[in-house]
T-cell receptor, first 115, second 115 residues
């Protein structure tokens, strides 16, 4: 089956530090890859996505590149802010034979940014 | 445009009680989903509805039932709540019925505790 692996954290960084959250996946077929962010007390919001190999998704200073050869989609940001403190979920989406969009989420990585 | 709304935000039940979680979207989306979020397990799909009038089981459907009341509304019912159903429940919607890689939009969640 499909799976997404990411560290649970928490990852604690000082403001303006460089962020990397690793995400690797296994999937049959050709998935699209997503990063969602969940701020405290809120639902998940799409942060960025990439739909094919070598695509780079970017948003709000975050970036991730779809690496088929390493089955990875690591999230990076050059300089984090306190407001980036949240839980980050890596996810893959693949269509099954019935045309249903099956989403597989990682367990989520909690990021804490301290001033 | 409120997006995806869920009620209630919080609920405490006793074992054996029943309740219905409500979800509505105003984006004219075709597909709707119910997930549960548990620590260390990410999000797991309970049920989904690819279009009005259809519902299908996800990964963890036992103990739940759903109703796609119309295109806007998708409710989740717990007939006899158990402590194992203590979780945060998220509703999501997606524009397409099938195919494509468009994202799902999430509601703010319902935090349910079963004593």
């Amino acid at each position: 089956g499909n799976s997404v692996t990411q560290m649970e954290g928490p990852v604690t960084l000082s403001e303006e530090a460089f962020l990397t959250i690793n995400c690797t996946y296994t999937a049959t077929g050709y998935p699209s890859l997503f990063w969602y962010v969940q701020y405290p007390g809120e639902g998940l919001q799409l942060l960025l996505k990439a739909t094919k190999a070598d695509d780079k998704g970017s948003n709000k200073g975050f970036e991730a590149t779809y690496r088929k050869e390493t089955t990875s989609f690591h999230l990076e940001k050059g300089s984090v802010q306190v407001s980036d403190s949240a839980v980050y979920f890596c996810a893959l989406i693949i269509m099954n034979s019935g045309g249903y969009q099956k989403v597989t989420f990682g367990i989520g990585t909690k990021l804490q940014v301290i001033p | 445009n409120a997006g995806v709304t869920q009620t209630p935000k919080f609920q405490v039940l006793k074992t054996g009680q029943s309740m219905t979680l409500q979800c509505a979207q105003d984006m004219n989306h075709n597909s709707m989903y119910w997930y549960r979020q548990d620590p260390g397990m990410g999000l797991r799909l309970i049920y989904y509805s690819a279009s009005e009038g259809t519902t299908d089981k996800g990964e963890v459907p036992n103990g739940y039932n759903v109703s796609r009341l119309n295109k806007r509304e998708f409710s989740l019912r717990l007939e006899s709540a158990a402590p194992s159903q203590t979780s945060v429940y998220f509703c999501a919607s997606r524009r397409k019925t099938s195919g494509g890689t468009d994202t799902q939009y999430f509601g703010p969640g319902t935090r349910l505790t079963v004593l």
